[in-house]
């Protein structure tokens, strides 16, 4: 699935790295527990999530998490921006929930990590 069909199935905005909308996802990963992000062990997926700060953008760059979106409509940082942009990570922000968001992709094609 295309990050920008994502983008629509969730009512997403990409807050950073518009420039990979025609990319490519498999596979998705839901947590707000970032150590649980770092046990994944397959490359170009998604993590969805509702932590909303530094850490959760630190975790996706030393996991080599291309694309990340925030829940429940949080307000991403100058920090987080400047991170993912250094790291080429996308960034997408969406109003719905954590639930809402897996569910609507997962019926929509994409596949869990696990």
């Known amino acids: 699935m295309k990050v920008s069909?994502?983008?629509s199935l969730i009512e997403g905005v990409v807050v950073i790295g518009e420039s990979r909308l025609d990319d490519e996802v498999e596979y998705a990963f839901a947590s707000d527990?970032?150590?649980d992000v770092l046990t994944v062990k397959i490359q170009n997926f998604i993590l969805l999530t509702g932590l909303c700060n530094i850490q959760s953008v630190r975790t996706a760059e030393m996991s080599d998490v291309p694309y990340m979106i925030v829940c429940r409509n949080k307000q991403v940082t100058p920090?987080?921006?400047e991170i993912a942009e250094e790291s080429n990570i996308?960034?997408?922000c969406t109003q719905y929930s954590l639930f809402r968001c897996a569910g609507l992709l997962y019926s929509n094609g994409l596949k869990p990590v696990y």
């Open 5 to 7: 069909e994502i983008c």
């Open 33 to 35: 527990l970032m150590s």
């Open 79 to 81: 920090d987080m921006l």
């Open 90 to 92: 996308v960034i997408i």
